[in-house]
């Protein structure tokens, strides 16, 4: 995310929503990429907001964009697959 960018500023409530839905089933993590660029490098991040998903410490899926009925329905769908 950035502070210019308003996708992201759009997206961050939601994503603080749903964060606290999914407590204990999911670890959320906020990165801002203009305070540094280095993890946005090693994730290949090449637009924003970028929500990736993770199970296991491996990417498994990635939205780009302001998608946010579809990023908890990946989710979702992630941790039942988890179970």
């Known amino acids: 995310s950035a502070e210019w960018c308003h996708p992201c500023r759009e997206l961050r409530p939601y994503f603080e929503e749903t964060s606290k839905e999914f407590q204990g089933k999911a670890v959320f ?6 305070q540094d660029s280095s993890i946005a490098a090693q994730f290949g991040i090449l637009g924003i ?10 990417e ?4 780009t964009g302001f998608h946010k009925q ?4 990946q989710l ?3 941790i039942s697959k988890a179970k």
């Not at 907001?49 to 491996?58: E, R, S």
């Open 49 to 58: 907001p970028c929500i990736i998903l993770f199970h296991n410490g491996k």
């Open 76 to 78: 979702q769908e992630l």
């Open 29 to 34: 993590a906020k990165y801002n990429v203009e």
């Open 60 to 63: 498994v899926d990635r939205l």
């Open 70 to 73: 579809m990023f908890k329905t």
